[in-house]
């Protein structure tokens, strides 16, 4: 298993979780990393993105000032931190990596995880 995601759940409006990704690709360090997510019915929409040094990110407008991507190079993992949780956040999360950034950003990287449930009761 190239990446696993963990740390979803069922959670209250308003409440927070932390996603996690442990990567065991050679090229982690250098790679862009992202999430997407996928609610039930619809597509699969892009959430995050981080750079292989942690220096630059990119957000989807809908979670902009509510959730940070960040990484730990040392330990292989990026993170999700999600506050301010809404009912629309509620969807199948999923963590890419690809040493191409707009590849990853249009949705087609290399390696994707398996995914991590979250749902946001109201």
């Known amino acids: 298993v190239q990446l696993q995601a963990s740390g979803g759940g069922l959670v209250q409006v308003g409440g927070s979780l932390r996603l996690s990704c442990a990567a065991s690709?050679?090229?982690?360090?250098?790679?862009?990393m992202g999430w997407f997510r996928q609610a039930p019915g619809t597509e699969r929409e892009f959430v995050a993105q981080?750079?292989?040094?942690?220096?630059?990110?990119v957000y989807e407008d809908s979670v902009k000032g509510r959730f940070t991507i960040s990484r730990d190079n040392a330990k292989n993992t990026v993170y999700l931190q999600m506050n301010s949780l809404k009912p629309e956040d509620t969807a199948v999360y999923y963590c890419v990596e690809d040493g191409s950034p707009s590849r990853l950003r249009s949705g087609g990287a290399d390696y994707w995880g398996q995914g991590t449930e979250v749902t946001v009761s109201s």
């Open positions: 981080i750079t292989g040094s942690g220096g630059s990110t």
């Open positions: 690709t050679s090229t982690f360090s250098r790679d862009d």
